[in-house]
């Protein structure tokens, strides 16, 4: 069978089966199999999509996030591009069928595979670089909808009036691509993300959830991400009608999406605490790297995002390292409980999630963090500039936003015989793959690191 899957990046389970009446969802799910679906450690686009798409963690890819350190330097951290995931995914898997894959990140430079891709947001300049592959798909594409956006530049803005119409300008420009290519060219896997959903999330979560501590009631906004959501499935309403009968279809999300309480200034705690030394603090706030770091006297640094990464200054591994070897285990589970024990602006235990690569990754590749925080669960974002003057900080560094990420996505699936009905429990973002090969009657590769849903089910086409 074919397999199509429509990715809604950051869609929400509470909202998806809940807060908002979407018909065409519901109808997926009348005759489906749905649930949450928990996502990677940690749940973030990069490199989440792709580890749905590999049924491997992000220690196996070796891909931690967008950013990456690309040796053991104090170099500034590397942009993750589709070069950086080596792994076999799925539309590699298919023994020569043809695959389209559209936006999925990371997708730039476009992947040379069978078939067709279009280019994910971090793709530089869309009007001036490659987006696509081949490279006349682009020329198809400008025919059909002018410039092609792939993402909202700017998005963290509070100028929301503007937000809205472009994430809505784009959306629409993005789906009439993935319904064109979905119903006029050949194909046995298609994949498209949408990213506007994350885009709306980010923008507008503090006026739609009443739990935000800058909820206002009767805001102007407090129906923008309803009005998303009831467009997206709108969307997915024309995919139905535009599918064969013959054909496994998944809703799926690569994580979830909660509100956002603050940020903790991470790197400014390690300064205070002299576990990072500047050799001068400086007068206004400043981006990690630009700061004059004495890396001789420095223990420990951390990087901003959606969660933390924390680096060790280990002897014989970094330029300058200071801790002994022998030691540096030790000082890690110093360090982890130490981020456990912090508090959030009114003393209140932050009850952060403190993460060790090697015990939560089948395989640990590249250049890993010695750590990794999900500060307040999630609930506050890694804030890595200096120069604040307080730990707790309002804003995120980076622009206005409203949420962070959760751990648990969303996921319905529907297809032919389908073995399993209902409300699903223990999904998992790396199972996806495995059981969409199953279903459709292919080999599991051996590759994968998930289990089908249907492991044992000889109802299933393949098992």
């Known amino acids: 069978m074919k397999i199509c899957v429509v990715g809604l990046d950051c869609a929400a389970p509470e909202i998806?089966?809940?807060?908002?009446?979407?018909e065409n969802v519901r109808r997926l799910m009348a005759s489906g199999l749905w649930g949450r679906l928990e996502s990677v450690i940690p749940p973030i686009t990069v490199p989440a999509w792709m580890c749905l798409c590999t049924s491997r963690d992000p220690g196996s890819l070796g891909v931690y996030g967008f950013r990456n350190r690309r040796d053991y330097s104090y170099s500034k951290l590397r942009l993750a591009d589709s070069r950086s995931i080596q792994a076999p995914?799925?539309?590699?898997?298919?023994?020569?069928?043809?695959?389209?894959?559209?936006?999925?990140?990371?997708g730039y430079p476009p992947r040379h595979l069978h078939g067709i891709s279009v280019g994910c947001f971090l793709t530089p300049n869309p009007q001036r670089d490659e987006f696509t592959y081949p490279a006349?798909?682009?020329?198809?594409?400008?025919a059909l909808v002018g410039d092609y956006p792939v993402d909202v530049e700017g998005f963290r803005t509070d100028d929301k009036t503007w937000l809205k119409n472009q994430i809505f300008e784009m959306s629409r420009k993005q789906w009439k691509v993935a319904h064109w290519l979905l119903t006029t060219k050949d194909w046995d896997y298609f994949h498209f993300v949408d990213?506007?959903?994350?885009?709306?999330?980010?923008?507008?979560?503090?006026?739609?959830?009443?739990?935000?501590?800058d909820f206002q009631p009767g805001n102007p906004y407090e129906s923008a991400i309803p009005e998303y959501y009831r467009w997206l499935d709108e969307q997915i309403g024309k995919v139905m009608d535009e599918l064969g009968d013959e054909t496994v279809l998944l809703v799926v999300s690569d994580h979830g999406a909660q509100r956002l309480e603050g940020g903790f200034a991470i790197n400014e705690w390690l300064v205070k605490e002299g576990l990072l030394v500047l050799d001068q603090y400086p007068?206004?706030?400043?981006?990690?790297?630009?700061?004059?770091?004495?890396?001789a006297k420095t223990r420990v640094w951390g990087a901003g995002g959606y969660y933390a990464r924390v680096f060790l200054n280990v002897q014989g591994r970094e330029p300058q390292g200071i801790i002994p070897a022998h030691e540096s285990e030790t000082f890690l589970m110093e360090m982890k409980s130490r981020f456990e024990a912090l508090t959030d602006d009114?003393?209140?235990?932050?009850?952060?999630?403190?993460?060790?690569?090697?015990?939560?990754?089948?395989?640990?590749?590249?250049?890993?963090?010695?750590?990794?925080?999900?500060?307040?669960?999630?609930?506050?974002?890694?804030?890595?500039s200096v120069g604040h003057g307080k730990l707790?900080?309002?804003?995120?560094?980076?622009?206005?936003?409203?949420?962070?990420?959760?751990?648990?996505?969303?996921f319905v699936l529907n297809a032919p015989h389908l073995p399993l009905r209902g409300e699903f429990q223990g999904a998992r973002l790396l199972d996806v793959a495995p059981s969409l090969f199953q279903l459709a009657g292919y080999k599991i590769p051996a590759t994968f690191q998930g289990h089908s849903w249907f492991a044992g089910n000889s109802s299933v086409s393949g098992a």
């Open 346 to 384: 009114r003393g209140r235990p932050l009850r952060s999630l403190v993460f060790k690569p090697r015990e939560i990754y089948q395989q640990v590749r590249g250049i890993p963090p010695d750590l990794i925080v999900h500060f307040g669960r999630l609930f506050w974002r890694s804030i890595g």
């Open 195 to 213: 990213i506007g959903l994350d885009r709306m999330h980010h923008g507008f979560w503090s006026c739609f959830d009443r739990k935000h501590r």
């Open 136 to 142: 006349n798909i682009k020329r198809e594409i400008t």
């Open 392 to 410: 707790h900080l309002k804003e995120n560094d980076t622009g206005p936003d409203a949420c962070n990420h959760a751990q648990f996505g969303a």
């Open 283 to 295: 007068a206004q706030v400043t981006d990690f790297d630009k700061l004059v770091v004495n890396w």
């Open 89 to 106: 995914a799925i539309w590699d898997c298919l023994g020569g069928k043809k695959s389209i894959v559209i936006g999925v990140p990371p």
């Open 16 to 22: 998806l089966f809940e807060k908002c009446r979407l």
